[in-house]
């Protein structure tokens, strides 16, 4: 049996370079690969200071203060996207006022999107006849709870949608739906 020459053998300090080198590669490779897949479970946020997502419009574009007020007249309830996509009532407060809250369309029953109806002045749920108030409180059933609040802020003339914390104004009581 015959050995091999001392100088065939690569010395520790080589050794441990490649293992670093296999070892840093494969980690990277990992890490890359693993980027995608976290980022899809972190929600979205907008560059507002205060956290909140941006509303979107039935077109998926940003909706801006300025555009909303000319398109939309004072008492006027309508549609944007909101938290989590959800259906969220804008309300115009006067000719260049936005409400400091949205109201979610979604109905605390069995989840219908619930549509403002104006001349009854409440919000009327066409799948079991829930009805809300103008400002989403359950006021008939078979509904358990109000709708639910978001905040609603706008800056630079964008207008930003956020979780509701505080208490619920309707009811005295800390929000349900957070």
Avoid at 43 to 66: C, I, W, Y
Avoid at 68 to 74: E, F, I, V
Avoid at 143 to 157: C, G, Y
Avoid at 161 to 175: A, H, I, L, N, Y
Wanted: proline share 7%.
């Amino acid at each position: 049996m015959t050995q091999m020459p001392a100088a065939d053998v690569p010395g520790m300090g080589r050794r441990q370079f490649m293992n670093l080198l296999t070892f840093g590669t494969v980690t990277g490779v990992a890490l890359g690969a693993l980027y995608p897949v976290v980022n899809y479970f972190i929600p979205p946020r907008a560059a507002g200071s205060g956290g909140g997502t941006s509303a979107k419009d039935e077109l998926g574009n940003a909706v801006t203060l300025s555009g909303w007020l000319s398109n939309h007249p004072t008492g006027d309830r309508s549609l944007v996207q909101g938290l989590k996509g959800d259906p969220t009532y804008l309300i115009v407060e006067g000719e260049d006022a936005i409400g400091s809250y949205g109201i979610n369309a979604i109905c605390t029953h069995l989840g219908c999107v619930v549509p403002w109806n104006s001349g009854a002045n409440k919000f009327m749920c066409p799948c079991h006849g829930s009805q809300y108030d103008a400002t989403g409180k359950v006021v008939r059933g078979p509904a358990p709870l109000s709708l639910a609040l978001a905040n609603v802020s706008v800056e630079d003339d964008n207008v930003f949608v956020s979780q509701w914390t505080e208490t619920d104004f309707r009811t005295g009581e800390k929000p349900w739906w957070g």
